[in-house]
């Protein structure tokens, strides 16, 4: 077995293979040989700070340190964003371990570590078992944009409200299946047409965000899943966002700026600003499930794990023209 395997980082303003030698594995350690890894804006973020790419990985367990219980070689497993946390903290003991200040996730820490590529480090409890019958393919955005979409409704919907979603892309679509799957009517706001076609996704009602008069009745959570804000004039407002409403923006803005929000309405109806990154681990285990039992895909395009297919993806990424992952797949998966 080779004592060096490939990654790709940033490098010049692109993304590049590069090595780096086979981790010897701690008590707790897995070695996954990773098969699918989905292609989320963050990575497109990172790429100028040349760590390992990638959050969104699923493969094949290779290797196991000498303490691991929960994992046998040859199981699927998958995993990449959130890594480690201390254990012990307040944030730990309540479930709530993605908010640990001694946390591990992608971007902070673990810089030769990522999903693009041949292999992935993760740890036995931050790694999940992916649910049978379920496509690696379709499991790898959901390692990501999955839990991100799923932990921000769970915190705050329930059966009958009307939710909102603006920005149908990556965490769009599945914010529209997982709402939709949780009981809710969903509600697409959009800047094109041609997102309409989100109804097959599960919305029951379309509007442009010229047309929101058109709104019979205003939504209780908007999710704005794009990296572009909106004006937030348009939709805080009783008549499109109950009042008591959620605000959960799941990105942030690009060029990064500030969320400034019209503070007379957040106050006077009493508006909620919410936010989610990925899920803690019992959340991420517990999307998974949830995502096999109601049949939440991703809509996927693949390409090569290769500097080609990966330029290939961040061209279309750039472009905006993926419907609605991009997904590595390794030329042996």
């Known amino acids: 077995m080779s004592s060096e395997y490939t990654i790709y980082r940033g490098e010049d303003g692109l993304i590049k293979p590069s090595l780096v030698p086979k981790p010897e594995l701690g008590p707790k350690d897995i070695l996954v040989k990773i098969m699918h890894s989905g292609v989320c804006g963050s990575d497109l973020a990172y790429l100028p700070y040349g760590l390992a790419l990638g959050h969104e990985g699923v493969g094949i367990v290779e290797a196991i340190g000498n303490e691991v219980t929960q994992f046998t070689v040859g199981e699927r497993a998958g995993g990449g964003y959130h890594r480690d946390s201390c254990g012990h903290c307040s944030y730990c003991l309540s479930g709530q371990d993605i908010w640990c200040y001694e946390r591990s996730v992608f971007g902070e820490k673990d810089y030769n570590n990522g999903t693009f590529g041949q292999y992935y480090v993760g740890k036995e409890t931050y ?13 790898a955005p959901l390692q990501c944009a999955g839990a991100t979409t799923y932990n921000a409704l769970v915190q705050v919907v329930k059966p009958g409200d009307r939710v909102g979603i603006l920005g149908i892309g990556g965490l769009g679509h599945l914010a529209i299946q997982f709402a939709r799957k949780l009981g809710t009517d969903v509600v697409v706001f959009s800047t094109s047409r041609s997102k309409e076609e989100a109804k097959q996704l599960g919305a029951s009602e379309f509007y442009l965000l010229d047309e929101l008069e058109k709104l019979p009745k205003p939504v209780n959570t908007l999710v704005v899943a794009g990296n572009k804000y909106p004006d937030w004039k348009k939709f805080m407002t009783k008549n499109v966002l109950a009042r008591a409403g959620n605000v ?36 991420h285990d517990e999307m998974l499930q949830f995502a096999a039992s109601h049949d939440v895909k991703p809509w996927v395009e693949k390409f090569e794990m290769s500097e ?14 993926i419907r609605y992952r991009g997904v590595l797949v390794a030329k042996d998966a």
């Open 248 to 283: 959960i923006p799941l990105a942030v803005p690009v060029p990064q700026g500030s969320l400034e929000i019209p503070a007379f309405e957040a106050f006077f109806d009493g508006y909620n600003i919410r936010s989610s990154l990925v899920a803690s681990r019992a959340k």
């Open 127 to 139: 790694l999940h078992k992916i649910p049978e019958g379920m496509a690696s393919e379709h499991a």
């Open 308 to 321: 080609s297919g990966i330029a290939e993806v961040v061209g279309k990424l750039h472009a905006n023209k």
